[in-house]
């Protein structure tokens, strides 16, 4: 196996050799309306074309390349990518974390949490508190180890949307999850101040049926995550 795909070891030729393509493109390396050389691919990468057709057929389903005879394999328009896709927004992230993409996400994550605090406020059950109580106390438990804060942070936002009882509201973890975690990777990297109360505010209005306290302190939550972003590049002198 060559170079290109041993820094993707662990997730099988397959799974190699679409993410080694897919960040290529998300790079512009293979630059939308470029034809793919597949045999060029197929000899630098040592992959059967099997293999290399596969893993077409999964960017092609996520809107990245197309086919077409004469023409061949070829990128298609970023405005037919599927960027609210896992993967998606995983391969970007991939060798650290665009500032340009966390502002994307915060900007996501602002239209839709405070809603969803807002609807948890109305619509959340027994099993919701247990949830989102349960992630505090996971939360609080995980000082000073950054992959279980990343866990509890997550678990938090997926029982509050959980906590929504729409089923589409739930659905938007997937566009949030993996943009979510390497975020929280890059501040529980750091220091950082205690996440505890900032999300305890967000349920204990939730319990309440406050709904505006609820939007509220869900708006207060995160703006403090954007400080705490923003600490983080100013320590990594990033812009």
Do not use: C
């Amino acid at each position: 196996m060559r170079q290109a795909l041993a820094n993707y070891a662990g997730r099988g030729v397959h799974g190699q050799t679409v993410e080694v393509i897919a960040r290529r493109i998300l790079a512009g390396d293979i630059a939308e309306g470029e034809t793919l050389n597949l045999g060029a691919i197929q000899e630098e990468l040592d992959v059967s074309l099997t293999v290399l057709r596969e893993a077409l057929k999964v960017l092609s389903a996520k809107g990245m390349v197309d086919a077409r005879q004469k023409r061949g394999t070829f990128v298609r328009p970023r405005a037919d990518w599927h960027l609210l896709d896992g993967d998606v927004i995983r391969w970007q992230f991939e060798e650290g974390a665009d500032p340009r993409l966390l502002d994307k996400l915060h900007e996501v994550r602002s239209i839709i949490e405070p809603a969803a605090a807002r609807l948890a406020a109305i619509r959340a059950v027994d099993e919701d508190f247990s949830a989102l109580e349960q992630a505090l106390e996971d939360m609080n438990e995980a000082r000073g180890n950054p992959a279980a804060s990343v866990a509890a942070d997550l678990t938090f936002h997926r029982a509050l949307l959980n906590a929504t009882h729409n089923e589409l509201l739930v659905r938007m973890e997937v566009v949030m999850e993996t943009g979510l975690a390497e975020r929280d990777r890059l501040v529980h990297g750091g220091a950082h101040d205690d996440p505890v109360p900032s999300h305890r505010a967000v349920v204990d209005a939730i319990r309440s049926r406050n709904e505006s306290a609820a939007e509220a302190a869900m708006r207060g939550l995160l703006a403090k995550a954007v400080r705490d972003v923003e600490k983080i590049r100013a320590q990594k002198g990033h812009r």
